[in-house]
């Protein structure tokens, strides 16, 4: 017995070496500003490694989901909603709303059903570690925002974006913009950076676990939890507004999709469009991306069960032609997870700050 456990212990160091080590593999335009770019962030000179007992995909998430549920609330400086041109409300939500008016500020996209809440170990993490001003812009319906209107988009709408944006610099007119997409809320930063081209307002961006084309990366994510998020969806979005949404010829569908291809599929009319081409042709980043010409760096995990690293391969060779992205894939991660060390801190929130802090530094 004891010869047993000795020999378990022996080889607890080959097992960490083996299943808790992820390489970095970074996808770029060789040009002298991304190679002294790359040398400067420290956390890319590094191979992640999540926390040893959290190597596994799936156990990742649940302890993401976890802390989400266990964690003390954040409480936000400044909470306003905000009245769009066409009487639909969206939100912003303020940490380190005091600070200076010309430090920089960090706009946070939030997830697929995501809010304030939900966003509040990035926000906490991003203001600490840069010191900066962070507010999460809120899209229509989350965080039990009114919908009236009732128009809503999984992935949000750029013209709400433009009209948060003009909020944020009416009241900090000095403050550089920065941003992060996480998830669902990469889709929308990717696709108004595109539409913007050099009007967009961020000095530099970041693309947290994007799944690249909306038409496409549905049918990557692992079946479990794409029948979780569509549940999610029509629990949040359908179900607490069926009584103004009776007009819509695709509410039945909504209400009983099984998967997230089949809940994005109807949405359009939800929308406010005809058909889903007309929808995709609105919304798909993809097809706005190599409009962009603001600097962004994507994170990848080749175990993301949701965004599947898949969805990345079909524009690898376009990335390497711009030399405005960045694209860091790692072995592990998750899906916006990348905890590492003891008490599962995000690696990635580390690389976010220092991404933003280097690039501020080059355009200052």
Known sequence: MMSAIANLLASFPQFLKNNNHSELALFYKPTPENKNLIHSIKQLQQSYRPTFWLANTHVQLMYLELQKKLEKPLVYDHVETLIMADGGKSGLA?????????????????????????????????????????????????????????????????????????????????????????SAGSGLLIRYLGEEQQNARFKAAFAFCPGYNTDEGFKYCHPLYSKYMAKKLIKTFIEPHQNKLQQLSTLEYLKNAKDLVSFHQKVYEFSGFNSYEDYSDATNPMKVFQQVTCPVMLLNAEDDPVCNIQNLKPYLADIQQMPNIIVVKTRKGSHCAYQQGWHGKSWAHKLMAEYFQVMHKNTV
């Open 94 to 182: 303020w940490y380190g709303y005091n600070l200076p008016a010309s430090t920089p500020t960090l706009v946070i996209l939030h997830t697929l059903t995501g809010s304030p809440r939900s966003m509040q170990n990035m926000v906490r993490d991003l203001h600490e570690y840069t010191g900066w001003r962070v507010v999460v812009a809120v899209r229509r319906g989350h965080a039990e925002l009114e919908f009236d209107p009732p128009r809503f988009n999984i992935f949000g709408s750029t013209q709400d974006l433009r009209e948060q944006l003009a909020r944020i610099e009416q009241l900090f007119p000095q403050t550089p913009l920065y941003a992060v997409g996480s």
